[in-house]
T-cell receptor
Framework: KAGVTQTPRYLIKTRGQQVTLSCSPI?????VSWYQQTPGQGLQFLFE???????NKGNFPGRFSGRQFSNSRSEMNVSTLELGDSALYLC??????????????FGPGTRLTVT | LAKTTQPISMDSYEGQEVNITCSHN???????ITWYQQFPSQGPRFIIQ???TKVTNEVASLFIPADRKSSTLSLPRVSLSDTAVYYC???????????????FGKGTKLSVKP
């Protein structure tokens, strides 16, 4: 079974621009969560989508948004990029029935650099 | 969610057994203990999960005392490739504390030397 895939793997943007990252979960998984990882703050939860609905959100500004499509693929958007948004953005998927929510499967991440 | 405390870093040598202890004094009755491993520039990888006593799989063992206020991840005979950050997480099995939300602490950076 294919793992979680994220595109693109690397991205360089300029302050003020916006960016869209994509995540394809493991086949059959309906929950997709997004995390931001930086050296200073570590791994921080952004939001989770389940069946096209955001059902949980972390403590990030409104510039960070996401959506999920009917095939469970998810996108994350960051508008008006700031230097501090430079980070590794990770997507994780998990099944629902009979699977612990802690057995989340992470993708390789998208390394975003804002200059 | 129960707060976890683990050492910031640990050093070991190839072939040794490594034990990483995590403290979680406020663990709740419904909470499970889960460990993830992360290599640089990769997403975390699930290693093992347990509720009480001992759990063993092909890569690690997890020891949980009766009071469940701590847990120990045991990696047998580590190799250079086990150099990574190890995270201990505690939370409700089905909801992760808040549905898809995993709370990661700082983790333990394990360095395995030849």
């Amino acid at each position: 079974k294919a793992g979680v895939t994220q595109t693109p793997r690397y991205l360089i943007k300029t302050r003020g621009q916006q960016v869209t990252l994509s995540c394809s979960p493991i086949s059959g998984h309906r929950s997709v969560s997004w995390y931001q990882q930086t050296p200073g703050q570590g791994l921080q939860f952004l939001f989770e989508y389940f069946s096209e609905t955001q059902r949980n959100k972390g403590n990030f500004p409104g510039r960070f948004s996401g959506r999920q499509f009917s095939n469970s693929r998810s996108e994350m958007n960051v508008s008006t990029l700031e230097l501090g948004d430079s980070a590794l953005y990770l997507c994780a998927s998990k099944g629902v029935t009979g699977v612990s929510s802690y057995e989340q499967y992470f993708g390789p991440g998208t390394r975003l650099t804002v200059t | 969610l129960a707060k976890t405390t683990q050492p910031i870093s640990m050093d070991s040598y190839e072939g040794q057994e490594v034990n990483i202890t995590c403290s979680h004094n406020n663990i709740a009755t419904n909470d499970y203990i889960t460990w993830y491993q992360q290599f640089p520039s990769q997403g975390p990888r699930f290693i093992i999960q347990g509720y009480k006593t001992k759990v063993t799989n092909e890569v690690a063992s997890l020891f949980i005392p009766a009071d469940r206020k701590s847990s120990t991840l045991s990696l047998p005979r580590v190799s250079l490739s086990d150099t990574a950050v190890y995270y201990c997480l505690v939370g409700d099995m089905f909801y992760g504390g808040s549905q898809g939300n995993l709370i990661f602490g700082k983790g333990t950076k394990l360095s395995v030397k030849p």
